[in-house]
């Protein structure tokens, strides 16, 4: 009696293969799936001036109708570490002996915050802000304060600094005050304006040590207008 050789009637099933993408004329097939993680080149490192030491320093900027820094900006120098309420001999106006500083951390923030557009602004009110996607300047006539702390690194010497608080002012639709609200890590400003984080060492490069007060030394009155 003849036997039969059984057959496996069952398709075999097959992972369809990874489609290419579309080949470009000169270019080479590339593979599907995700791109590779490009590494950043390192930016260039800055020495710190023989007498520098390691503080912070609060910079408060306004931006214009047009969402974009305007050219006047304070940057306050504090002796040890940052207290708002700190004694007057304690703190320096950076305006007053070392102004090219102050140009440098100027134009830097306001690169990082810069944007071509001139249609699409973030909110003002920082509530309204939750959510926003997309790129787009500054709130318009908004005031900033941004401390940061600048410091070096004893490898090798480089200067360090780093965006480290945000703060906004802000007006009380309730009592028509205006106060100074910290934003939130996740705030679209405040991601912003910490971008300048790697740039900002820059402006340090020929930072001035604050002037030495004299014992006895008090604030100069300013003059009124008027």
């Known amino acids: 009696m003849a036997t039969q050789k059984s057959v496996n009637t069952r398709a075999v099933s097959k992972k369809p293969a990874p489609k290419e993408a579309p080949v470009r004329k000169g270019f080479p097939a590339r593979k599907a799936g995700a791109a590779p993680a490009r590494k950043r080149k390192p930016l260039p490192t800055y020495k710190a001036p023989a007498d520098f030491k390691p503080h912070f320093l609060l910079v408060q900027v306004t931006t214009e109708?047009?969402?974009?820094?305007?050219?006047?900006v304070k940057a306050v120098?504090?002796?040890g570490r940052f207290d708002?309420?700190?004694?007057?001999?304690?703190k320096f106006d950076m305006a007053g002996y070392?102004?090219?500083t102050v140009v440098g951390i100027a134009s830097r923030l306001g690169g990082v915050t810069y944007k071509a557009t001139n249609e699409k602004k973030f909110p003002l009110s920082p509530a309204e802000r939750v959510g926003f996607?997309?790129?787009?300047?500054l709130p318009a006539k908004?005031?900033?304060?941004?401390?940061?702390?600048?410091?070096?690194k004893a490898a090798d010497n480089s200067l360090t600094a780093g965006v480290k608080q945000v703060w906004q002012a802000v007006t009380s639709a309730k009592t028509g005050r205006t106060g100074l609200?910290?934003?939130?890590?996740?705030?679209v400003c405040y991601r912003a304006f910490r971008k300048a984080s790697r740039f900002l060492p820059a402006a340090f490069s020929n930072v001035q040590m604050p002037p030495k007060r004299t014992r006895g030394w008090k604030p100069e009155a300013?003059?009124?207008e008027g």
Not at 84 to 90: L, T
Not at 133 to 137: D, E, M, T, Y
Not at 142 to 152: E, K, N, P, S, Y
């Open 65 to 72: 109708a047009d969402g974009l820094i305007a050219s006047k």
């Open 84 to 90: 708002r309420d700190v004694e007057d001999k304690k």
């Open 98 to 100: 070392d102004m090219q």
């Open 77 to 79: 120098r504090y002796v």
């Open 133 to 137: 996607k997309g790129a787009a300047r």
């Open 142 to 152: 908004a005031t900033f304060q941004i401390l940061i702390r600048v410091g070096r």
């Open 222 to 224: 300013e003059d009124d």
């Open 181 to 187: 609200k910290e934003l939130e890590k996740t705030d």
